[in-house]
């Protein structure tokens, strides 16, 4: 099994361009969610997904948009990139009932 | 709401010490508490976890205890490695993670 798959692992955006992280998972887990980590701060949640059809912000949604497309899939969207969106953003599923979080390797952005 | 305080960084040993990294928590209700390990340039990865008070996680030498009157859940290895060069994370999940800022250790040899 790959576990949490993600695409790109880098990626250099100008202010103001718009990207889509994709994200994917093959364990049959219901939840996802997206993160992202900056020096200091530990990971903070962007977006998560419950279910199927259902997304909910985190603590940091501002600038950022979600598709959860099937259960397997959950991408991430910046719309018009800006310099503080620099930062390396891991998705993650887990099962409903263990609450147990399963990373995928990361992407780090940068954003010039 | 719910939020995890964690020892900061970073720590340097040498090989063979012992390692402790203090964390502790507010929440409500039970949530399930969790330390992840993430190597340089990788993805986090689950080290241990306990569901319930006085549950003791161990994975891979480490250990750690869900303390519900003292609300903590510090990490310890008795003989550290080079390759536990990591940060480590703190967290606390209902039914989102709630993560420390990450305490950076390296080992020396």
């Known amino acids: 099994n790959a576990g949490v798959t993600q695409t790109p692992k880098f990626q250099v955006l100008k202010t103001g361009q718009s990207m889509t992280l994709q994200c994917a998972q093959d364990?049959?887990?219901?939840?996802m969610y997206w993160y992202r980590q900056d020096p200091g701060m530990g990971l903070r949640l962007i977006y998560y997904?419950?279910?199927?059809?259902?997304?909910d912000k985190g603590e940091v949604p501002n600038g950022y948009n979600v598709s959860r497309l099937n259960k397997r899939e959950f991408s991430l969207r910046l719309e018009s990139a800006a310099p503080s969106q620099t930062s390396v953003y891991f998705c993650?599923?887990?099962?409903?009932?263990?609450?147990?979080?399963?990373f995928g390797p990361g992407t780090r952005l940068t954003v010039t | 709401g719910n939020s995890v305080t964690q020892m900061e960084g970073p720590v340097t040993l040498s090989e063979e010490a012992f390692l402790t990294i203090n964390c502790t928590y507010t929440?409500?209700?039970?949530?399930?508490l969790f330390w992840y390990v993430q190597y340089p340039g990788e993805g986090l990865q689950l080290l241990l976890k306990?569901?319930?008070?006085?549950d003791k996680g161990s994975n891979k030498g480490f250990e750690a205890t869900y303390r519900k009157e003292t609300t903590s859940f510090h990490l310890e290895k008795g003989s550290v490695q080079v390759s536990d060069s990591a940060v480590y994370f703190c967290?606390?999940?209902?039914?989102?993670?709630?993560f420390g800022a990450g305490t950076t250790v390296t080992v020396r040899a």
């Open positions: 997904s419950a279910s199927e059809g259902t997304t």
């Open positions: 929440a409500t209700g039970y949530p399930s």
């Open positions: 364990m049959n887990h219901n939840s």
């Open positions: 306990a569901t319930k008070a006085d």
């Open positions: 993650a599923s887990s099962d409903s009932d263990t609450y147990e979080q399963y």
């Open positions: 967290a606390l999940s209902d039914y989102k993670l709630s």
